[in-house]
């Protein structure tokens, strides 16, 4: 059963955001997703200081990255930087979708909040998102982002919200098998109805395949515009599925967050599961009567109000015992 004011946040996004959004071009659905997150974007929390910036990848395209600090941050007893990744499928989304999220982590915790806008598929497949995360990551732990605010050596941890939940996970599994000494210098790892299979986990994948604001075949028609369909022998690199990786160990802390009503629920706990099977530390929380993409409700639902506080709560922790 919903939550009301899941039911109340579920019934306005209907009148904005249509059933069938999935199956337009990505075109069409930036549109419609960018007007669905204008009209859920709030103005920026009191005292937040915001900075645009971008960064020459390697490859020799830029990244747009954007700065949140709240004037707590020089109060704050506590220091450290957030990297977020935005969901959207790998299709959707950008620095202005999420910033109801990322002003708002960065206002309640005093941390710094660097949101990141990676490539987007069709026009950027697979692995244009991942490589773009890795390499933010990579310039932040060598203090390289371009934001002279910002120190090298503080606390660096990663977050992100469906397929950005994947990234934030991904970038971790790849830092530690390329070199395990970098991924100790990330202080926590917080997921929010992540992403986190090539095909979701059961029950949650056949429960709730024709949940409200997610369902199963959204969830193919993103992954085919990113990974394509794939054969069994044509997976994507277990790192960028890290339900199914070969290896759970060697990770920082983890915090993985599922939703009920949602076909992408179990990959939180099951992820969780498996990182705890060979000793590792991971925590996870089920939302209760909540959605994916409920964040947008934080003003209104008192569900989802818990569920950002238990995402400030790891964050602060992390960045507190680093």
């Known amino acids: 059963m919903l939550e009301a004011g899941i039911a109340a946040f579920v019934a306005r996004t209907a009148g904005i955001y249509p059933a069938h959004a999935a199956t337009l071009s990505p075109a069409e659905q930036r549109a419609i997703y960018d007007r669905y997150a204008a009209a859920f974007t709030p103005p920026l929390p009191e005292g937040l200081h915001v900075e645009d910036r971008t960064f020459d990848s390697a490859a020799g395209h830029r990244i747009a990255l954007r700065l949140y600090r709240s004037s707590k941050a020089a109060e704050a007893q506590v220091r450290g930087t957030v990297l977020y990744f935005h969901g959207g499928g790998f299709v959707l989304g950008s620095l202005d979708s ?117 369902t199963l075949a959204d969830v193919h028609a993103f992954r085919r515009h990113y990974w394509h369909d794939l054969r069994d022998d044509q997976r994507p690199p277990a790192w960028m599925v890290p339900i199914d990786a070969d290896r759970f160990d060697g990770l920082p802390p983890v915090l993985s967050i599922g939703v009920e009503h949602d076909p992408l629920r179990d990959d939180a706990s099951v992820f969780v599961e498996r990182i705890l099977a060979v000793g590792g530390r991971a925590q996870s929380w089920i ?36």
């Open 98 to 214: 999420h910033q109801v999220v990322t002003a708002r982590i960065a206002a309640d915790t005093g941390l710094a909040v660097v949101a990141v806008d990676y490539r987007l598929a069709p026009e950027h497949p697979s692995p244009a998102a991942h490589d773009d995360c890795i390499e933010i990551t990579r310039a932040a732990l060598e203090g390289r982002l371009p934001f002279a605010s910002l120190a090298a050596d503080t606390p660096l941890l990663l977050a992100g919200d469906s397929a950005g939940g994947n990234l934030a996970a991904s970038v971790a599994m790849r830092l530690r098998d390329l070199d395990e000494t970098t991924t100790t210098r990330v202080a926590g790892v917080a997921l929010v109805y992540p992403m986190l299979g090539y095909e979701p986990q059961r029950p949650a994948r056949d429960t709730e395949a024709h949940a409200p604001m997610l």
């Open 287 to 322: 939302g209760q009567g909540l959605v994916h993409g409920c964040w947008r409700a934080l003003d209104t639902s008192p569900g989802v109000q818990r569920m950002h506080e238990e995402v400030c709560r790891f964050l602060l922790d992390r960045a507190r015992l680093s």
